[in-house]
């Protein structure tokens, strides 16, 4: 079994990212704004808090956008927000063949939009003809299969060589702050995100990208109980500042487990290995059907036994969960034999304890 999980940047690259982020933040504010703790309101003029509008300019900065904005519903809000803009009911979008997330399926469903599916995988070899039929594409950064392997920046590149006119929309939910660039910055028209997956306050989403797209989006959440206010705005920033280097710091501890699971060093281990499922995470393969039971032992021991916002800040212990619910519609098996592990802002240390002691308790329950 193998996987393909997206490139992740270091310690120092996150470092980079932590202080371009401040200095933007410099740029953008003076030493008094920054201390407030924002406003409230249709602010006249704006249509919004002027402290929510502030943050959404530096984001827009950050990631080298025309325009960001901050919506309700983290990135399922994020996601809906940009096709309710975009999208009339009923029409075509192109989608990557393997199962779609199922907040995202909601918002297909719903829509009454037909997907036309083609191979991501195998982008070079798909039929042109699909490309133009369609003026929408819905791309999803992190792996929705575990031999997904695409580069997102080369179907980018294909779609937008054969149809100049298409507007494609990123899920960058999972990936942002990991990756080096997103969607946006890999030449599509709009990322969608949630900051609750970044450390910030729940419920806020993120939109960055063509400044038509945003417009709309600010045109049709333009009442005050649709806005992110200011101090929900101001709150996802100063947080969003210490996503980089936490993140980079678990990728650090992932591939630590990683090694010494490989190496044979914890019994009942078959293989381990790095995937984005949907987070960037540990898939533990066991040569007995014990995943099941291993969950169940990990939860006593102080591992998370599902996630809240994956990775948010209410995540501090390693979570030991059930394989992704796309992958498992991929293959089902995988239910009984194989677990997926985040170490959260856990040591590798913790989560190799929590893991071996798991599979004892288990295999001497057997032994009885």
Known sequence: MKAYPIRTVDIEKAKEMQFKLVDIIHQNFDGNEFFQGGDLGVVPGI?????????????????????????????????????????????????HDAPIYPTTKIIVESMGLETLKVDFNNILEEDKEKFKAVDFALIQHS?????DKYDLEVVIKKIKDVNKGITILIDDN????????????????????????????????CVVG??????????????????????????????LVYAPVSLAIQAQEINKVIEI????????????????AQ????????????????????????????????????????????????FLKSDPKLEDYMIRINPMRSGSNTVLRVLEESIKRVLKEGEK
């Not at 990135?75 to 927000?81: D, E, L, M, Q, S």
């Not at 792996?143 to 031999?147: M, V």
């Open 174 to 205: 999972y990936v942002v702050m990991k990756a080096e660039k997103i969607g946006i910055e890999l030449g599509a028209d709009v990322s969608a995100f949630s900051l609750f997956k970044l450390l910030g306050p729940q419920g806020v989403g």
């Open 47 to 95: 249509g919004q808090p002027k402290y929510t509008r502030k943050v959404e300019n530096v984001l827009a900065q950050f990631f080298g956008a025309e325009d960001a904005v901050l919506v309700r519903g983290s990135g399922t809000g994020a996601i809906r927000n940009v096709m309710n803009s975009v999208l009339k009911p009923t029409q075509k979008i192109l989608i």
């Open 279 to 326: 987070s960037r995470v540990i898939l533990v393969e066991f040569e007995e059907p014990i995943a099941k039971k291993v969950l169940e032992n990990s939860t006593k021991l102080g591992a998370a036994p599902y996630p809240i916002g994956a990775e948010s800040r209410y995540e501090v212990t390693a979570m030991f969960y059930r394989v992704s619910g796309t």
């Open 261 to 276: 699971l490989n190496a044979g060093r914890v019994e009942g281990v078959k293989s381990a290995f790095i995937a984005n």
């Open 210 to 239: 063509k400044k038509n797209i945003i417009e709309e989006i600010r045109r049709i959440n333009y009442s005050g109980g649709s806005q992110v206010q200011g101090h929900e705005a101001m709150d996802a920033l100063r947080s």
């Open 143 to 147: 792996r929705q299969k575990l031999d």
